[in-house]
């Protein structure tokens, strides 16, 4: 007689029902573990700080303004290069746009150009502009050029002087308040120097004569540290560009033309080359060449700032 097996044959549904929900618990298991890592971890990292104003406005103080002046443009056109390709204006304008889209990469930097286009911009126009946009320093872009022959090459920098001759933008206001000052007096009663000295004191003379020595020293001290970061805004471009572009060193000098006549910040004339120069003026042409100079002013210009925003920061109070 043939046995009988007894076992049960497996129930597919209950086999499913039972994966299932052994899979469910492990789910839900993994999701309230994940959940309580994020939990600890929220725990451990301290919410975003909120900034106070005080603290906003003491970051925008940091950040440091920079005119790039692309010199020329429009109808003043200056010279070309010995191939007549590109002229001095628009090689000023390109080099000027180079340096701004590097400089633009740093939040703590911010940068704009007297003139974006071909335009005629005269020098008042730029003087304004710079005052409008509260520059803390001005860097003009310029070409040198050689009148007779073509020999001169190479690159220098020209910084502003407080102390060499005096500032034109000084000369404008005291002749504003001399005028002035002539007009209400001519409403009121006159005293001579006698008079003055009459009616003074020896004590309060001293005082005076003591005050206005001071006032004297404290501007020419001033002067003296606005120099200074002019000039060391001039070695540190010409020095940085150097190490980029193969030219001639010819140096750093204090002559106070053109835009640097005028300005009150800490102000610089970059001569990128002789444009009436064969070598120079073959590397102006290049683009490559033109986005090196680019490059070694702008990391001139990021080494100034990171050594002196202190002190920029507090010569800007000195003339804004």
């Not at 502009?129 to 040198?144: E, G, Q």
């Not at 001039?234 to 020095?239: E, G, L, R, T």
């Not at 070598?279 to 490059?295: F, K, P, T, V, Y």
Request: with cysteine.
């Amino acid at each position: 007689m043939k046995k009988i097996n007894r076992k049960g044959k497996i129930n597919k549904k209950r086999l499913f029902l039972v994966v299932f929900i052994f899979v469910l618990f492990i789910f839900l298991l993994s999701r309230v573990f994940l959940g309580i890592k994020g939990y600890v971890a929220s725990k451990k990292e301290p919410e975003p700080a909120v900034k106070s104003q005080e603290e906003i406005d003491r970051e925008k103080q940091r950040i440091i303004n920079i005119a790039i002046d692309p010199a020329k443009g429009g109808i003043n056109e200056g010279l070309a290069t010995p191939d007549g390709s590109m002229k001095e204006k628009d090689i000023n304008l390109d080099i000027a746009k180079r340096i701004k889209a590097n400089l633009d990469r740093h939040e703590d930097v911010k940068v704009w150009l007297t003139r974006e286009y071909d335009d005629n911009v005269d020098t008042k126009e730029r003087v304004a502009a710079l005052k409008k946009h509260n520059a803390d320093a001005l860097v003009s872009i310029r070409l040198n050029a050689q009148g007779k022959s073509n020999e001169a090459q190479g690159m220098d920098t020209y910084y502003s002087s407080l102390l060499s001759t005096k500032n034109i933008a000084d000369e404008e206001k005291a002749s504003i308040k001399l005028k002035k000052d002539s007009e209400e007096e001519s409403d009121s009663e006159e005293l001579s120097a006698k008079d003055i000295d009459k009616k003074e004191s020896e004590s309060e003379k001293e005082k005076r004569l003591k005050k206005e020595e001071e006032i004297k020293k404290k501007k020419l001290e001033k002067q003296k540290a606005r120099t200074m970061l002019s000039k060391d805004l001039a070695q540190s471009i010409q020095s940085t560009t150097l190490s980029f572009v193969d030219f001639k060193d010819r140096g750093i000098s204090s002559k106070n033309f053109d835009m640097l006549l005028y300005t009150d910040m800490p102000s610089v004339i970059v001569q990128c080359g002789f444009i009436s120069n064969e070598a120079d003026g073959e590397r102006l042409q290049n683009e490559e060449s033109r986005q090196e100079i680019a490059d070694g002013i702008s990391d001139g210009i990021l080494n100034y700032i990171d050594s002196n925003r202190d002190k920029i920061i507090k010569d800007r109070v000195n003339y804004r």
